[in-house]
């Protein structure tokens, strides 16, 4: 474990890996708000193939990421997994940017959504092995923040080269690549990995939930029923705009958001580590709740402002801190295993949320998505509860599921 701790109480692994998602992100969202725009109004793709483009990319990161946590776990490595996926997203960008169809985007969206399936899970397990138990809430904490702050101000770099490229596209998809690059090469120089012998053909873990005792299973269920409801949050931008926020101004509403979000993530992972990781996480599902609950009754633009506002709360409340939770539920030689298989049950069940959502939101009314969405927290929520402190804790050995 690196015990070094240069800023903010952090090992340096955890500090640099902050930093790697926040040059990532930089990159990222320098394309991903611009790319339905690039692909409608330069290249003349319609709505259907554009969200056809998207779901094939977003599926290929789900249902990789618990492959990858379960290979990097069999080889004993997480550092040159963790650079490769990086990597992988970095050579993306020259597709898009080249890009004289559809076709090489699509390519671009799979390949860069293919090296986040392949890093996400290297990446948590890194954090969680250079940090002490008591302090996975600040370094969780610490690394959304540092992510989000990426998304905060990739699309701000993306709007100011349009404004002195006269809204030249492909130019900033290949600006792109820098910060990408930046993020790679800090893995390679700067993240260090306590080498692990690699296991035998007989020690090698097999992809199963055998692994892992209740308490993760059960997790795991909790998180699938909470993101059914958690839909896109495209259709929060939609109830802002029903509503009366102008299209000019959706923009601020969600930098607002992402800027709320990027600086209580690592506060609030500060004080998950001292006030407890479970009431926070339990504390995130009912604030969810009242929020979509507040969605949906809300009938002014005012209101719309304090509720996302208090969301970005909420997340900051709720992603670092479901992770760190998981380090103490999980054995610590799966820890990699665990952290793909939590990402990819979570992000197979966000697949019909939106759909549910749109089709609520078409046949009954704008307002039922959202109560969908706070029934199926406050679910998620008593299911919690009753995890955490009705049942009886199951045996487990001490030097296994560290608490």
């Not at 998981?326 to 952290?339: C, G, M, N, Q, V």
Request: aromatic residues 16%.
């Amino acid at each position: 474990m690196n015990r070094k701790k240069p800023l903010f109480g952090l090992g340096r692994n955890v500090t640099v890996a902050g930093w790697v998602s926040f040059f990532m992100d930089v990159s990222s969202e320098m394309i991903y708000p611009l790319v339905p725009l690039f692909l409608a109004s330069v290249l003349g793709v319609n709505k259907s193939l554009i969200g056809l483009i998207e779901g094939i990319a977003e599926s290929t990161a789900s249902l990789l990421k618990v492959f990858s946590g379960w290979f990097s776990d069999r080889i004993g490595n997480r550092k040159w997994l963790m650079a490769a996926g990086y990597g992988i997203s970095t050579i993306s960008r020259p597709f898009v940017a080249l890009a004289a169809g559809w076709h090489p985007v699509m390519a671009s969206r799979f390949i860069d959504r293919f090296g986040k399936g392949v890093r996400t899970a290297p990446r948590d397990a890194i954090i969680a092995e250079s940090t002490d138990m008591n302090s996975m809430g600040r370094a969780f904490g610490f690394h959304r923040s540092m992510d989000t702050l990426g998304a905060v101000a990739g699309p701000a770099l993306a709007f100011w080269l349009l404004s002195i490229t006269s809204n030249n596209y492909r130019v900033i998809f290949w600006l792109s690549m820098i910060p990408a690059a930046i993020a790679v090469l800090l893995i390679v120089c700067f993240i260090t990995e306590k080498k692990r012998a690699i296991p035998s053909a007989s020690e090698r873990p097999k992809l199963s939930w055998r692994l892992f005792d209740w308490r993760f299973r059960f997790f795991v269920i909790i998180a699938a029923v909470f993101a059914i409801g958690n839909s896109s949050d495209v259709f929060l931008i939609l109830r802002a705009q029903q509503l009366g926020i102008t299209s000019a101004m959706i923009p601020i509403v969600y930098l607002m958001f992402n800027l709320v979000y990027a600086l209580s993530s690592f506060p609030l992972g500060i004080l998950a580590d001292r006030f407890g990781k479970k009431r926070m996480i339990w504390i995130g599902f009912v604030l969810f709740a009242a929020l979509y609950f507040g969605f949906g009754k809300a009938t002014d633009t005012l209101s719309i402002w304090f509720l996302f506002g208090c969301y970005g709360l909420f997340m900051g409340l709720t992603e670092g801190i479901q992770k760190a939770y998981l380090t103490s539920i999980i054995p610590s030689e799966f820890k990699a295993t665990a952290f793909g298989l939590y990402n990819t049950v979570v992000g197979i069940a966000a697949f019909p949320a939106s759909f549910i959502a749109g089709w609520l939101w078409d046949h009954v009314s704008p307002s039922s998505t959202f109560y969908f969405g706070a029934g199926t927290a406050i679910t998620a929520a008593i299911l919690f509860a009753l995890m955490a402190w009705a049942l009886p804790q199951a045996a487990t050995k001490p030097d296994t599921y560290p608490s």
